[in-house]
């Protein structure tokens, strides 16, 4: 009989859906016979995750506390692995200062703006969200074929949010973005850059343990957007496509080995 793996699956925040994510994640973790799973909405639960062997987190704007900060880098440095997904290193905020404004049609606090709330935590992550355009197609470059976790994978075209992240750490990227104007629409002017390679998937260790992290899979149903928006389109991005779920079916596997 193949060893227990202690999982355990944070998954929650603002304006994403994250119970289809959770949901989506669990039915895949169910294909293994090895995952023993625990789920929370956030890093509170510091018993249980110090206690597990692979951490998972799809969150937006989940701000752990100092204590729980230190405790997360506890679980990667004794040698735990944690598979972030998209929001994982996005803190979100609006300043109000000359009150609401519109933004693509809809009205909103104030300018979006992302904090930098938690460097220690960012730069345990190794990289921090600033901002992205408006969700778009956008290609995605295979960077390290000779990487198992994306080894025999071809480039393809997400509709996605491009992410703009800041790196502050030593990464190895296995999947990257080139924004342009040339074939992006509002692409903030800083961004605008196609010499720079944007990761979309990155690989980092931490003293023993390691972060596999995918930027991709934006998920929103109709009423996540609240306050903001009473009811919106449900949006599913890269959920989409099948080879998403190889990647995140090739994380899993890679976490519980």
């Known amino acids: 009989m193949s060893q227990k793996c202690s999982v355990y699956l944070v998954a929650g925040g603002r304006f994403h859906d994250t119970g289809f994510a959770r949901l989506e994640l669990l039915k895949l973790l169910a ?9 929370g909405k956030d890093f509170s639960d510091l018993d249980e995750i110090l206690a597990s062997d692979f951490l998972i987190s799809y969150t937006c704007d989940v701000r752990p506390t100092l204590v729980q900060q230190a405790l997360l880098r ?19 905020d609006f300043d109000t200062t000359d009150g609401p404004i519109e933004a693509f049609g809809v009205t909103i606090p104030g300018v979006p703006y992302a ?13 921090r969200f600033i901002t992205h355009p408006p969700i778009q197609p956008f290609r ?7 990487h ?6 071809e480039d393809f075209i997400a509709t996605d949010e491009p992410y703009c992240c800041e790196v502050l750490s030593d990464i190895e990227v296995l999947l990257g973005s080139r924004y342009s104007s040339d074939v992006m629409t509002d692409l903030p002017p800083e961004w605008d850059d196609a010499q720079r390679l944007q990761p979309q ?8 343990g390691e972060i596999l992290y995918l930027m991709l899979g934006h998920c929103c149903g109709p009423y996540d957007m609240q ?4 009811q919106c389109d449900a949006v599913r991005g890269s959920w989409d496509l099948p080879v998403y779920y190889e990647l995140l079916r090739r994380g899993l596997n890679w976490g519980l080995s």
């Open 227 to 230: 306050p903001i928006m009473e």
């Open 74 to 92: 506890t679980f990667l440095e004794r040698g735990g692995k944690w598979f972030a997904l998209h929001g994982t290193n996005s803190l979100l």
């Open 201 to 208: 998937m990155y690989i980092k260790a931490v003293g023993a």
């Open 115 to 127: 904090p930098d709330l938690a460097p220690d935590y960012m730069a345990m992550l190794g990289t």
């Open 140 to 146: 995605v470059m295979v960077t390290r074929p000779d």
């Open 148 to 153: 198992p976790l994306v080894a025999g994978l």
């Open 31 to 39: 294909e293994l016979p090895r995952a023993h799973v625990r789920v």
